[in-house]
Nanobody, 119 residues
Framework: QVQLVESGGGLVQAGGSQRLSCTASGGTFSGSVMGWFRQAPGKVRELIASISWNGDSTFYADSVKGRFTISRDNARNTVYLQMNSLKPLDTAVYYC????????????WGQGTQVTVSS
């Protein structure tokens, strides 16, 4: 059974940095795309960053472009999200997800980790 476990959330001041990690287990992730989503209170969950299997293709939502960096370590089945210059608007529950090879949607999800940015 595939499991994704996120870590690294918490409280941070505006302008600060935080790094989220997500480790996947229980499956084969070769060729997968890994992504980070977030959901703020009262808003829909949105994709904010994704990375291809070999890291040569990344996507960032406009809201985080230039501030957040996604990376992955395939040997550890882990994806990271480095978040810099955090703003109160970045406050949300952050989820990692895996889109397996040849799948059209993200099929596996973590439980989410809260990130709160204070002003």
């Amino acid at each position: 059974q595939v499991q994704l476990v996120e870590s690294g959330g918490g409280l941070v001041q505006a302008g600060g940095s935080q790094r989220l990690s997500c480790t996947a287990s229980g499956g084969t992730f070769s060729g997968s795309v890994m992504g980070w989503f977030r959901q703020a209170p009262g808003k829909v969950r949105e994709l904010i960053a994704s990375i291809s299997w070999n890291g040569d293709s990344t996507f960032y939502a406009d809201s985080v472009k230039g501030r957040f960096t996604i990376s992955r370590d395939n040997a550890r089945n882990t994806v990271y999200l480095q978040m810099n210059s955090l703003k109160p608007l970045d406050t949300a529950v952050y989820y990692c997800a895996v889109r397996p090879r040849d799948y059209l949607k993200y099929d596996y999800w973590g439980q989410g980790t809260q990130v709160t940015v204070s002003s």
